[in-house]
């Protein structure tokens, strides 16, 4: 066997949707025996009714890159069949709403997340140890925008604002990475049936690469690239947090359904590439964001550009939205952090005091953090508040996109991209400048 031979093999193993299901079933989540008496019932009637869903037939078995081109992302046999001229709807959805068909379990799992824009739920599924998947659910929010939400502000509000930005670099940098390639190679999600989807909040985005692990592996390792050195504190605390923080991230997305374990592996790999080219420039990237005259302008011209051009890649999927939100957040933070240095609101300690040391941990130090975080919290969901309900209206009035129904107008371009970059892009700068400028008039700075 040639050695292309052999990785050819090791890629469609890799990327065997029945891996994924073996590997929740080992974890202790099994199938609705709805799905898998249909799925045994008859094996193409899955293929049936995915024809008349997405309007056209499919190969039973598709290979990445095959002359006829991958499916869309979220065709690829998601729900559990329905019977055709039985008038039922696939895996019991009913107008945005899952059903189960029988006595309900106590071990059946709650559906963890709804698509708003979709009204995709996550499959009804037994599950047998609790503990794994609270874990697994804990890790995949690792790379959810609440957890985004809460972790960039805290960093720049209480810890260090230099790593903070720094953070948000990275991060903005490995995802519309990230993104892009998704849209680029177009392989599907992994086929369910076998696969249980206990979440399908992006089931509607192409599989390759993992964006969460991608996300899994930039922060943690970007981290300790960003405070050793910087700060007082052993390397055996990063050699411990770098792996404990990638694998739950990583192994969770499996867990989920919603990779191969070629995903991971190769959002891992791809992550690894992206820091070693790109890492060097975070400085570079940062202080010209900070210092430079015409910072604002050029950062908000080049995001709004990469934003533009992610936008023509490929029909509309939950991603557009993501890419325009990380755009415009990493847009909002790098901008606020220029006027605030420009106003002296948040200075950078100076290089010869480093490295610096943690303080003793007092009630005053506490309380002070919790205030800021409560108070930047809730004012930077106002701002978000506000800006939504500005931003789509008049997206659609402008563009004369019918508004009557929201979820369809998202789903335009030319209200999804401003709605998204224009309001994160507030939420970003209110995490910088407004927020911070609040801390300092009320004296908690």
Same mark, same amino acid.
């Given at each position: 066997?040639?050695?292309?031979?052999?990785?050819?093999?090791?890629?469609?193993?890799?990327?065997?949707?029945?891996?994924?299901?073996r590997f929740q079933q080992l974890c202790g989540v099994e199938a609705p025996a709805s799905c898998t008496a249909a799925a045994a019932a008859d094996p193409r009637e899955d293929e049936k009714a995915e024809?008349?869903?997405?309007?056209?037939?499919?190969?039973?078995?598709?290979?990445?890159?095959?002359?006829?081109?991958?499916?869309?992302?979220?065709?690829?046999?998601?729900?559990?069949?329905?019977?055709?001229?039985?008038?039922?709807?696939?895996?019991?959805?009913?107008?945005?709403?899952?059903?189960?068909?029988?006595?309900?379990?106590?071990?059946?799992?709650?559906?963890?997340?709804?698509?708003?824009?979709?009204?995709?739920?996550?499959?009804?599924?037994?599950?047998?140890?609790?503990?794994?998947?609270?874990?697994?659910?804990?890790?995949?929010?690792?790379?959810?925008?609440?957890?985004?939400?809460?972790?960039?502000?805290?960093?720049?509000?209480?810890?260090?604002?230099?790593?903070?930005?720094?953070?948000?670099?990275?991060?903005?940098?490995?995802?519309?990475?990230?993104?892009?390639?998704?849209?680029?190679?177009?392989?599907?999600?992994?086929?369910?049936?076998?696969?249980?989807?206990?979440?399908?909040?992006?089931?509607?985005?192409?599989?390759?690469?993992?964006?969460?692990?991608?996300?899994?592996?930039?922060?943690?390792?970007?981290?300790?690239?960003?405070?050793?050195?910087?700060?007082?504190?052993?390397?055996?605390?990063?050699?411990?947090?770098?792996?404990?923080?990638?694998?739950?991230?990583?192994?969770?997305?499996?867990?989920?359904?919603?990779?191969?374990?070629?995903?991971?592996?190769?959002?891992?790999?791809?992550?690894?590439?992206?820091?070693?080219?790109?890492?060097?420039?975070?400085?570079?990237?940062?202080?010209?964001?900070?210092?430079?005259?015409?910072?604002?302008?050029?950062? %908000?011209?080049?995001? /709004? =550009?990469?934003? $533009? #051009? +992610?936008?023509?890649? *490929?029909?509309?999927?939950?991603? !557009?939205?993501?890419?325009?939100?990380?755009?415009?957040?990493?847009?909002?933070?790098?901008?606020?952090?220029?006027?605030?240095?420009?106003?002296?609101?948040?200075?950078?300690?100076?290089?010869?005091?480093?490295?610096?040391?943690?303080?003793?941990?007092?009630?005053?130090?506490?309380?002070?953090?919790?205030?800021?975080?409560?108070?930047?919290?809730?004012?930077?969901?106002?701002?978000?508040?506000?800006?939504?309900? %500005?931003?789509?209206? /008049? =997206?659609?009035? $402008? #563009? +004369?996109?019918?508004? *009557?129904?929201?979820?369809?107008? !998202?789903?335009?371009?030319?209200?999804?991209?401003?709605?998204?970059?224009?309001?994160?892009?507030?939420?970003?700068?209110?995490?910088?400048?407004?927020?911070?400028?609040?801390?300092?008039?009320?004296?908690?700075?």
């Amino acid at each position: 066997m040639s050695l292309g031979q052999w990785l050819a093999r090791l890629v469609s193993s890799l990327q065997d949707p029945q891996r994924v299901a073996r590997f929740q079933q080992l974890c202790g989540v099994e199938a609705p025996a709805s799905c898998t008496a249909a799925a045994a019932a008859d094996p193409r009637e899955d293929e049936k009714a995915e024809a008349r869903l997405a309007g056209e037939s499919r190969r039973r078995e598709r290979q990445p890159g095959a002359s006829g081109g991958p499916p869309p992302p979220g065709s690829d046999r998601n729900q559990c069949p329905a019977k055709l001229g039985g008038g039922g709807a696939p895996n019991g959805v009913r107008n945005g709403r899952a059903t189960e068909v029988g006595p309900a379990s106590s071990r059946r799992a709650g559906l963890l997340r709804r698509n708003s824009l979709t009204g995709e739920e996550g499959q009804l599924a037994h599950v047998s140890n609790w503990p794994l998947h609270y874990l697994f659910c804990f890790g995949t929010e690792l790379g959810n925008e609440l957890f985004y939400m809460l972790f960039f502000p805290f960093w720049i509000w209480n810890l260090d604002a230099l790593v903070g930005r720094r953070l948000v670099v990275i991060w903005v940098l490995v995802m519309y990475l990230g993104q892009c390639t998704k849209d680029i190679i177009r392989w599907p999600r992994p086929a369910s049936p076998p696969v249980v989807k206990l979440e399908v909040f992006y089931n509607s985005e192409y599989s390759m690469p993992s964006t969460h692990a991608m996300s899994g592996t930039a922060i943690p390792i970007s981290m300790i690239l960003l405070t050793y050195g910087r700060w007082q504190y052993p390397l055996t605390y990063g050699l411990i947090l770098i792996p404990c923080w990638c694998s739950l991230v990583c192994i969770s997305r499996i867990y989920m359904g919603m990779h191969s374990i070629l995903d991971v592996i190769a959002g891992f790999l791809y992550t690894i590439l992206i820091l070693v080219i790109f890492y060097p420039f975070v400085d570079v990237i940062d202080n010209f964001n900070q210092t430079h005259r015409y910072a604002p302008l050029i950062i %908000i011209g080049l995001h /709004l =550009a990469l934003g $533009i #051009f +992610s936008f023509t890649l *490929d029909t509309w999927s939950t991603s !557009r939205g993501d890419t325009a939100e990380i755009l415009g957040s990493g847009a909002g933070i790098a901008c606020g952090s220029h006027f605030t240095y420009k106003m002296g609101l948040l200075l950078d300690p100076p290089l010869d005091i480093l490295p610096l040391t943690r303080h003793p941990i007092s009630m005053t130090l506490f309380g002070k953090a919790i205030l800021r975080t409560f108070i930047g919290m809730l004012f930077v969901l106002v701002v978000r508040d506000i800006m939504k309900r %500005i931003t789509i209206p /008049l =997206a659609c009035k $402008i #563009f +004369s996109i019918p508004c *009557d129904d929201i979820r369809k107008a !998202r789903q335009h371009m030319e209200v999804e991209l401003p709605y998204r970059y224009i309001t994160y892009g507030m939420v970003g700068f209110s995490i910088t400048f407004l927020v911070p400028y609040i801390f300092f008039f009320i004296g908690i700075s």
